[in-house]
T-cell receptor, first 115, second 113 residues
Framework: AQKVTQAQTEISVVEKEDVTLDCVYETRDTTYYLFWYKQPPSGELVFLIRRNSFDEQNEISGRYSWNFQKSTSSFNFTITASQVVDSAVYFCALSEHNAGNMLTFGGGTRLMVKP | NAGVTQTPKFQVLKTGQSMTLQCAQDMNHEYMSWYRQDPGMGLRLIHYSVGAGITDQGEVPNGYNVSRSTTEDFPLRLLSAAPSQTSVYFC????????????FGPGTRLTVT
């Protein structure tokens, strides 16, 4: 069965600090997909990134970067030089290729960036 | 494009009442799904559909029904509301199912008293 763990329930940083959000997953499938979504205080869910299990290249998009490591079953998300607008709940999610259309979310990490 | 729309935004029900949460998308996506979001538990899949006329259960389907008569619409029915169904409900659609990013609606906050 697939499982996603986001051990950090809440993180508080001061603006301009770097912060890393951890995501650890469990799967028996060799083909799977990993996602990060952002939920700002307004409540909507915004897609950030998708990774498939065969692509271990790290990704950078502006201040955001993702570190995918199959050896440790982790898909961590780093925000460099955090800003107040980064304050949100961030969800990591996993979908196994052989699990029908199930998408399993972690419990989320609430990030608070203080000015 | 309106994307994914949901109505209503807020709803209060009494235990035992039934209601339908509406969801529509205008992106011609085949795959649609319903999630509930409870504090500390992330989002959990209730039901999903891979196309008109095809639906299947997710992780927490009990107490909910769905149907998909058109590509655009995917309503979620609560048959007999219970306080345990108090939650925020999100509808989502995607181009190709589980391996593609989901586009989420704004959510419906439901309270059952």
């Amino acid at each position: 069965a697939q499982k996603v763990t986001q051990a950090q329930t809440e993180i508080s940083v001061v603006e301009k600090e770097d912060v890393t959000l951890d995501c650890v997953y469990e799967t028996r499938d060799t083909t799977y997909y990993l996602f990060w979504y952002k939920q700002p205080p307004s409540g909507e869910l915004v897609f950030l990134i998708r990774r498939n299990s065969f692509d271990e290249q790290n990704e950078i998009s502006g201040r955001y970067s993702w570190n995918f490591q199959k050896s440790t079953s982790s898909f961590n998300f780093t925000i460099t030089a955090s800003q107040v607008v980064d304050s949100a709940v961030y969800f990591c999610a996993l979908s196994e290729h052989n699990a029908g259309n199930m998408l399993t979310f972690g419990g989320g990490t609430r990030l608070m960036v203080k000015p | 494009n309106a994307g994914v729309t949901q109505t209503p935004k807020f709803q209060v029900l009494k235990t035992g009442q039934s209601m339908t949460l509406q969801c529509a998308q205008d992106m011609n996506h085949e795959y649609m799904s319903w999630y509930r979001q409870d504090p500390g538990m992330g989002l959990r899949l209730i039901h999903y559909s891979v196309g008109a006329g095809i639906t299947d259960q997710g992780e927490v389907p009990n107490g909910y029904n769905v149907s998909r008569s058109t590509t655009e619409d995917f309503p979620l029915r609560l048959l007999s509301a219970a306080p345990s169904q108090t939650s925020v409900y999100f509808c989502a659609s995607s181009y190709g199912g589980r391996s593609y990013e989901q586009y989420f609606g704004p959510g419906t906050r439901l309270t059952v008293t």
